[in-house]
């Protein structure tokens, strides 16, 4: 069976950032969607910012079993209406939701866990990230060693304003010195929600063998089962079946 993706994308710096541009002609999002779909159980489409929309109607997120997330500069662009329908897409219909590096400060984001979000951070061509796995077995870091690096990335640091994740499958090592939470879990409602942390845009993350990994992992893991159907509204007496 199948499982149908959107990749969202704000999909901004790739039309005013030349560095950006060339690192990802075709956007961030495709350079995701673009190894997903190399995946045959995966039915891969994509969706930005500037499209109707937000690129997320209802028949779109209707059609969508996990969505992916990456935001940044445009944050509040996002209309409401959008944010409200993704959230009730995750919260009562078990739409799985990865959000990706900056998106951590999306209105989407913040609107599920209820805290701010915020984080130290420093981009610094120079910084190296380590990310060692820390909830080894677990579906998200298949195929992972214990950990693995990339040479350059932004640092995030903590404190981490979340809630407690159910899950924290990563953290990461700074040459800085500073350490972060970058994989974590929670469920909300009927749907479960993942956070990953590498991917700022100007430097290659989206072509990381390991990135990749773990991101194909954690579409796979977010997926609905139907484990989690929520069924509300008047029941009458006698209803339970008899066996």
Not at 120 to 129: L, Q, V
Not at 150 to 178: A, C, N, Q, R
Request: net charge negative.
């Amino acid at each position: 069976m199948s499982i149908r993706v959107t990749v969202w994308h704000e999909y901004r710096h790739e039309k005013t950032n030349p560095v950006v541009a060339k690192l990802y002609p075709q956007g961030i999002h495709e350079a995701i969607a673009g190894h997903l779909r190399k995946n045959k159980v995966f039915n891969v489409s994509t969706a930005t910012l500037d499209e109707p929309q937000a690129g997320l109607t209802d028949e779109k997120l209707a059609n969508t079993d996990v969505l992916t997330w990456w935001g940044h500069t445009a944050h509040g662009d996002v209309p409401d209406a959008v944010v409200d329908r993704v959230c009730e897409r995750v919260t009562q219909h078990g739409m799985g939701l990865l959000v990706l590096h900056s998106g951590h400060f999306s209105k989407v984001f913040k609107k599920l866990m209820g805290t701010s979000c915020d984080l130290k951070w420093r981009e610094d061509p120079t910084e190296r990230e380590i990310l060692w796995v820390t909830r080894p077995g677990h579906p998200i870091v298949q195929g992972i060693d214990d950990h693995f690096i990339l040479d350059h990335e932004e640092m995030y640091g903590e404190f981490f304003d979340i809630p407690e994740p159910e899950t924290v499958y990563l953290i990461s090592s700074f040459s800085g010195g500073e350490v972060f939470r970058s994989g974590c879990t929670w469920t909300r409602g009927a749907g479960k929600i993942v956070y990953f942390r590498p991917g700022h845009e100007t430097f290659p993350t989206y072509y990381d063998a390991n990135v990749l990994k773990v991101i194909e992992n954690a579409v796979k893991w977010a997926a609905p089962t139907g484990e989690n159907v929520l069924k509300f509204g008047n029941r009458k007496r006698g209803w339970v079946e008899k066996t």
